[in-house]
């Protein structure tokens, strides 16, 4: 399985980016994507989460109303909307996969296949 995140960039405080997660090689299986994001010297945090049947959303409080996550199993992507960044949201941003059946976003260890990650800096 294999993951591309695309989509980051710099943006200015209340603008907005769509982070795209393209997902090839998984060939069966139910899967849920996340999306992760690591500031320096800080954790990685879950952002967001979708199931395989666009159902299981979850999102991280610091994103709720501002973040859309959405999926497009036809072309194999998943797309996080971020609309009214704020410096706060900069990082690297990371998609990522499992098979187990999660009870909200999970612990970034029960993600078995990662993308390399793309970066968000929002700035004035």
């Known amino acids: 399985l294999k993951l591309v995140e695309s989509g980051g960039g710099n943006v200015q405080p209340g603008g907005s980016l769509r982070l795209a997660c393209k997902v090839s090689g998984f060939t069966s299986g139910y899967y849920t994507i996340g999306w992760f994001r690591q500031a320096p010297g800080k954790e990685q945090e879950g952002v967001s989460c979708?199931?395989?049947?666009?159902?299981?959303?979850n999102y991280a409080d610091s994103v709720k109303g501002r973040f859309t996550i959405a999926r497009d199993n036809v072309n194999n992507m998943v797309y996080l909307h971020m609309n009214n960044l704020q410096p706060e949201d900069t990082g690297a941003y990371y998609c990522?996969?499992?098979?187990?059946?999660?009870?909200?976003?999970?612990?970034?260890?029960?993600?078995?296949?990662w993308g390399q990650g793309t970066q968000v800096t929002v700035s004035s």
């Open positions: 979708i199931g395989e049947d666009g159902g299981n959303i």
């Open positions: 990522a996969a499992t098979l187990r059946l999660l009870h909200g976003i999970g612990d970034p260890i029960f993600y078995a296949y």
